[in-house]
């Protein structure tokens, strides 16, 4: 029994005609087939050796729907696969099969119906092809639902990921800007008008541009100065010039220009660190005192 697959071209199992194997074939598992072409499946195999060694070919993997070529590849291997594993030693040779000619798939439903009748005993056999059939298919489509509920539950969950991310990013985003920003905003800045904003902006512009102007002509004049002293009452009328856009903090550099003009020397001169200008003096000092 062990080396039932050792037989040679000469054998008997050879001369069996096309007509007695598909009888053969068709009663032991209840097919209906017509030509011996039709083997190149492998599903015909794959049933016979399960009939010889029953629930150890698993053909719940088989393709029953093979029609292509390459489909009928995938049965064979698992036919040969099943040979290695029930310690049958013969080589399939899968390409000629798969082609569906007449030659190679008679002589190997040939060697199938030879190793059949020595593996398998005399008399009847309680295996229900049919059934068994139907049952692997029923197994092969519950387990393609399997998988396919799987795959879809993993892109729904990719799916509910990518939609949660962008929705969790907008309320981190809308908590940050809830936040209160107390170094930026003063009190009340939200509630203003969109005019009053401008307004503002407009104000402090001017009044950058309004100090700048007169720091710029202060420069100038100390790079222009040949003598070395530049007079007091030149940087007061710097100082307290005005300009068309902005005339400076009502009530404060006026009022200093007018104590100004009328101080004496000791007044004017702790003015320079005393008043509102104080530290612009101071600064010019030094700027005269480098040059």
């Given amino acids: 029994m062990a080396n039932a697959e050792n037989f040679g071209m000469m054998d008997g199992a050879y001369f069996v005609s096309r007509t007695e ?5 068709n009663s032991t598992l209840g097919l209906s087939y017509s030509k011996v072409e039709q083997c190149c499946s492998g599903l015909a195999h794959l049933q016979l050796l399960d009939c010889m060694f029953p629930g150890k070919v698993p053909l ?5 729907d093979a029609r292509l070529e390459h489909e009928y590849i995938n049965n064979f291997k698992l036919l040969q696969s099943s040979f290695t594993g029930n310690g049958i030693k013969k080589v399939i040779e899968i390409e000629k099969l798969v082609k569906g000619k007449y030659q190679d798939n008679l002589e190997f439903l040939q060697w199938m119906k030879r190793y059949s009748d020595a593996r398998m005993p005399k008399g009847p056999v309680s295996y229900d092809p049919v059934a068994v059939r139907e049952a692997a298919i029923s197994t092969q489509k519950r387990l393609k ?3 396919g509920a799987r795959s879809k539950g993993a892109a729904s969950a990719g799916s509910r990921k990518r939609e949660t991310s962008p929705s ?3 309320a981190a985003a809308t908590a940050t800007s809830a936040t209160p920003n107390h170094t930026q905003q003063e009190p009340g800045y939200e509630e203003m008008g969109k005019m009053e904003k401008l ?5 402090l512009e001017a009044e950058r541009d309004f100090y700048y102007s007169k720091l710029r002509d202060i420069e100038i004049l100390c790079m222009e100065d040949t003598t070395g002293v530049i007079q007091k009452s030149i940087l007061q009328d710097i100082l307290y010039a005005v300009s068309g856009n902005f005339e400076g903090p009502p009530g404060q550099y006026n009022d200093t220009k007018d104590d100004c003009h009328t101080a004496s020397g000791s007044e004017a001169e702790g003015a320079e660190g005393a008043g509102p200008n104080g ?4 600064a ?8």
Avoid: G
């Avoid at 194997?21 to 074939?25: E, G, I, Q, R, V």
């Avoid at 307004?199 to 104000?203: G, I, S």
């Fill in 60 to 64: 719940a993997r088989a393709n029953f």
């Fill in 199 to 203: 307004k503002m902006l407009e104000t």
């Fill in 145 to 147: 639902q399997s998988r």
């Fill in 284 to 291: 010019v000092d030094e700027q005269q005192h480098a040059l």
């Fill in 279 to 282: 530290p612009v003096l101071a």
């Fill in 21 to 25: 194997l598909l009888d053969w074939l």
């Fill in 168 to 170: 969790s990013t907008v």
